[in-house]
């Protein structure tokens, strides 16, 4: 190797290590730089704090807090948005306003139209909290229902809790349709959230849904519905406890026990404990139980008889829970020959004497 090779060489690993060096600096500043933020933030939040509890007190001059904004917009974000969890009434809607006042909310807007994805979760969750307050749902627009289609589920999700805050069936009605029409993560987190809605959205949406007869959609709907744990009013029910997918009717059974008693219900679960699948005949044993159908109980005795030991089980709880024909007939088959019919009825029975006492 030529010294003019060795030269270059010798050029390229210092560049090379003055390149690592000045990386290794501006780490550090900004180490330093977060750290000064950090130590800023601490001493402004409390401060902030107390400016706000002043606020809603009935201190309604805004000259502190405008100072505040022009310090750390960020910092008094997120100042204002920890009273969420502790405010309501009049007060969260005076937070609200104050978001307008000190233009925080048209700063989120803005912010809800990064191309950053970070940024837009940050806005979203943001505009969520404010959104039941009407003048603020006026100054987002029309950014929650466009971001409902947004690329990042979190937006989407964040989006979706700020439409259910205005409390318009359609807004409710939209955000169901998320629900139902993506990932199981968006179902399961929105399915709270919904609860409160049951009633207006089995009056209306749900049996659209019914009716298009989509089976994803249906399944998502029944999910829901069954996890909302709560009596509600679904005559279209019926028509799924009939459907030929075996999926859609097992969950239909489950969720048979929330809706109004009716002929066609009752008649839907007993036509279920004749079915030949066993999952089917569980979840329809679970169901009779619940709903007390006392019509259930030769059945009931007949899966304990010469059911498998699963069904058995199951039956022999069901009939534990229909007083007193149910335990009645427990006790006949406590004195069966068949030792697993016995022993199922006797164990069933002490339970629910136990429970009973």
């Known amino acids: 190797m030529t010294g003019v090779e060795f030269r270059v060489v010798a050029y390229l690993y210092c560049g090379y290590a003055l390149l690592l060096f000045a990386t290794f600096i501006m780490a550090v500043r900004r180490g330093f730089a977060a750290r000064r933020l950090a130590r800023a933030s601490a001493l402004l939040r409390p401060q902030m704090r107390d400016a706000l ?5 009935g201190n309604h001059d805004l000259t502190r807090l405008k100072d505040f904004v022009r310090i750390s917009w960020t910092d008094t974000s997120e100042t204002l948005l920890g009273f969420q969890s502790t405010v309501g009434g009049s007060a969260l809607d005076q937070l609200c306003e104050l978001t307008l006042d000190l233009t925080l909310a048209h700063e989120w807007c803005q912010q809800a139209r990064s191309k950053n994805a970070t940024a837009r979760r940050t806005a979203f969750l943001r505009l969520a909290f404010i959104c039941g307050f009407e003048p603020c749902r006026r100054v987002a627009g029309e950014l929650l229902e466009e971001a409902l289609e947004d690329p990042d589920p979190e937006v989407r999700l964040a989006a979706s809790r700020g439409l259910l805050k205005t409390g318009d069936i359609r807004d409710v009605e939209r955000v169901f349709e998320q629900a139902v029409s993506h990932s199981l993560m968006i179902r399961v987190l929105l399915t709270e959230d919904l609860r409160r809605y049951a009633i207006p959205l089995c009056e209306g ?19 829901i519905l069954t996890a909302w744990e709560r009596a509600i009013p679904l005559p279209a029910l019926a028509l799924l406890l009939d459907d030929r997918d075996p999926e859609i009717r097992l969950r239909a059974i489950a969720l048979a026990p929330m809706v109004p008693y009716s002929a066609e219900i009752r008649n839907g679960i007993m036509q279920a404990l004749s079915e030949d699948e066993l999952d089917i ?5 679970r169901s009779a139980a619940r709903m007390k159908l006392r019509e259930s109980i030769h059945m009931l ?23 007193p024909s149910g335990w009645t007939t427990l006790e006949e088959l406590a004195g069966s020959s068949n030792p697993m019919t016995a022993a199922e009825a006797r164990a069933a029975l002490e339970r629910a004497r136990q429970v009973g006492a």
């Open 53 to 57: 509890v002043d606020y809603l007190a």
């Open 281 to 285: 005949r569980l979840a329809a044993v």
């Open 205 to 223: 949406l749900i049996p659209k849904i019914v009716g298009a007869r989509e089976k994803s959609r249906i399944l998502a709907m029944l999910d």
């Open 301 to 323: 005795a007949h899966f304990l008889r010469n059911g498998p030991a699963q069904l058995a089980r199951a039956a022999a709880a069901a009939l534990a829970s229909l007083p």
